[in-house]
């Protein structure tokens, strides 16, 4: 195609590399978009845009934290009813990014609110061997053989950030880690984690763990004593914004909210490099205020935290570098 100045309009696909990593990595300075939704949009405009695609340093990461689901709750399972359009959509970017990227994802970052079906998690799991992270999304539609399998591809996972999550899928996953993922080191997990059971597992199938961070969840003080005395390895303890509960209370009563932490739960958390939280307890060991917004969030979400109440994106925040986004 020729102007009337007898210039000649290049072809989309004769752009220059150069150019096109340019175009390319500024997907990542977008912040309300998903830079994978738009690489995929990218790598239908010609044969060239897809071959520059599929590069394995533009996909390290798969980042489809901005992506949400359309959906509306319902009281039989999977207690959630999302929109066919969004299905289709995270199922066109998830498989158009997982071909585009040839196993070579080592970090995949789902949002909280997606609600991945069964088969699409399975499907993704078998197509990112080498991963190494992983912020997994609902679990509503996962199935416990959906985990088992999709868990047990990721031979090198060494870390896992998951929202709250059921007893049953709690110890599945757990059971999951410790047979295939020998390099497992960090967890996050935001959600209720009130009994003793839940830490004794943790024990029982995590003894290598490095990091934890229960931020903005409901947890018992013995469970919090078991995680102290039982995790030999345990450097980085994050329990800011927790709703720590006294289970030492009397029958027919409600759980009384521990305050301020005692001095044997200051003393075994003196072991580790980092102990984080916002409850009353010596000044050096101490990194907020005596008032923290966070906490009375989770006081009134019931140590349940609410997401779609509050800022987009606040989910994504962690005291401990490695596992905010």
């Known amino acids: 195609m020729e102007w009337e100045d007898g210039k000649t309009l290049g072809r989309w696909e004769d752009l220059s590399t150069d150019i096109l990593w340019k175009i390319f990595e500024s997907f990542n ?30 996909w390290h990461t798969l980042d489809l934290s901005m992506i949400k689901h359309n959906f509306i709750k319902t009281k039989d399972e999977p207690y959630v009813y999302v929109c066919s359009q969004s299905d289709l959509t995270l199922s066109r970017v998830l498989k158009v990014s997982l071909s585009l990227s040839r196993q070579n994802i080592t970090t995949l970052i789902f949002n909280l609110q997606l609600y991945v079906p069964d088969d699409l998690f399975t499907y993704t799991a078998e197509r990112c061997p080498k991963l190494r992270r992983l912020v997994m999304p609902s679990w509503n539609k996962i199935k416990i053989d959906g985990i088992s399998k999709g868990i047990g ?56 763990l490095e990091v934890l961070s229960l931020r903005c969840s409901m947890l018992s003080k013995d469970a919090l004593m078991v995680i102290l005395e039982s995790l030999p390895n345990l450097e980085v303890l994050n329990i800011s914004h927790c709703v720590v509960l006294d289970e030492t209370h009397q029958p027919h009563q409600p759980f009384r909210i521990v305050e301020e932490l005692d001095a044997s739960i200051v003393h075994k958390a003196s072991r580790l490099k980092r102990f984080i939280t916002c409850m ?16 009375q969030r989770t006081r009134n979400d019931e140590g349940i935290i609410r997401w779609h109440r509050y800022e987009q994106g606040m989910w994504k925040a962690d ?3 490695s596992l905010a986004l």
């Open 29 to 58: 300075d977008v912040s309300d978009l998903s830079s994978a939704v738009e690489k995929v949009h990218c790598s239908a405009v010609c044969s060239a845009w897809r071959s520059a695609l599929c590069d394995p340093q533009l």
């Open 153 to 208: 591809c990721w031979k090198h996972l060494e870390s896992l950030t998951i929202g709250n999550i059921e007893k049953y899928q709690y110890l599945t996953l757990l059971q999951v880690i410790y047979y295939n993922c020998n390099n497992f080191r960090e967890l996050k997990l935001m959600g209720t984690c009130d009994t003793y059971s839940f830490a004794s597992a943790m024990v029982r199938y995590l003894p290598k």
């Open 280 to 295: 009353r307890m010596p000044t050096a060991m101490r990194v907020q205020e005596d008032s923290c917004s966070m906490c």
């Open 319 to 321: 005291e401990v570098a």
